[in-house]
């Protein structure tokens, strides 16, 4: 059963700095990863998606990376801004199923 | 394109209560999902539509929640009782269908935020 973790939990880092948010999962097998951005009781915005066969993907100011044999992926976020703040949530489809299993996600506090 | 759509946004209820929610999808997605989403957790997948049938929904507590989406368009998730624990924001989401890379995204909605008194 795939199991999705976020390390940290919660980050604070203040403006203009740069930043990096880990995705671990533990089946290689997948199919893709999408990173998501969630504003307190609001639903999940679609930032990037890596299918399998990709290493990196870039939207902006955000990058995100795969390594599917060591389960892991990083989002970097560079020069961040308060509008940043958010929570940060990975999210993985495998290739038995169609469904994703999502990571508890990290909560960001960019501060001015 | 308008997005993916729910309604209501806030429901409070008392316990051993029925509730519905409703999920209008973006125009042309055959997927449909409802997520469960607990307070400071990644949602949980309840269900999943593909068209108007159900690819998976091994986690979806079947002795009080439901689920269905008539012709394939919008669907409605029903919790009949409802238990404390049930205190959750649930969301929607849709995609696309085929193997190119733009179908695999999801798309969320804002989500109901529901209360079990």
């Known amino acids: 059963k795939q199991e999705v973790t976020q390390i940290p939990a919660a980050l604070s880092v203040p403006e203009g700095e740069n930043l990096v948010l880990n995705c671990s999962f533990t089946d290689s097998a997948i199919y893709n990863l999408q990173w998501f951005r969630q504003d307190p009781g609001k639903g999940l915005t679609s930032l990037l998606l890596?299918?399998?066969?990709?290493r990196e993907q870039t939207s902006g100011r955000l990058n995100a990376s795969l390594d599917k044999s060591s389960g892991r992926s990083t989002l970097y976020i560079a020069a961040s801004q308060p509008g940043d703040s958010a929570t940060y949530l990975c999210?993985?489809?495998?290739?038995?199923?169609?469904?994703?299993?999502f990571g508890p996600g990290t909560r960001l506090s960019a501060l001015p | 394109e308008a997005g993916v759509a729910q309604s209501p946004r806030y429901k409070i209820i008392e316990k051993r209560q029925s509730v519905a929610f409703w999920c209008n999808p973006i125009s042309g997605h055959a997927t449909l999902y409802w997520y469960q989403q607990i307070l400071g957790q990644g949602p949980k997948l309840l269900i999943q539509f593909q068209n108007n049938g159900v690819v998976d929904d091994s986690q979806l507590p079947k002795d009080r929640f439901s689920a269905e989406r008539l012709k394939g368009v919008d669907s409605t998730l029903k919790i009949q009782p409802a238990k404390l624990e049930d205190s959750a924001v649930y969301l929607c989401?849709?995609?696309?269908?085929?193997?190119?890379?733009?179908?695999?995204?999801?798309?969320f909605g804002p989500g109901t935020r529901l209360t079990v008194l």
């Open positions: 890596i299918q399998s066969s990709q």
């Open positions: 999210a993985v489809r495998d290739n038995y199923g169609q469904n994703f299993v």
């Open positions: 989401a849709s995609s696309g269908s085929g193997r190119a890379r733009r179908y695999n995204e999801q798309f």
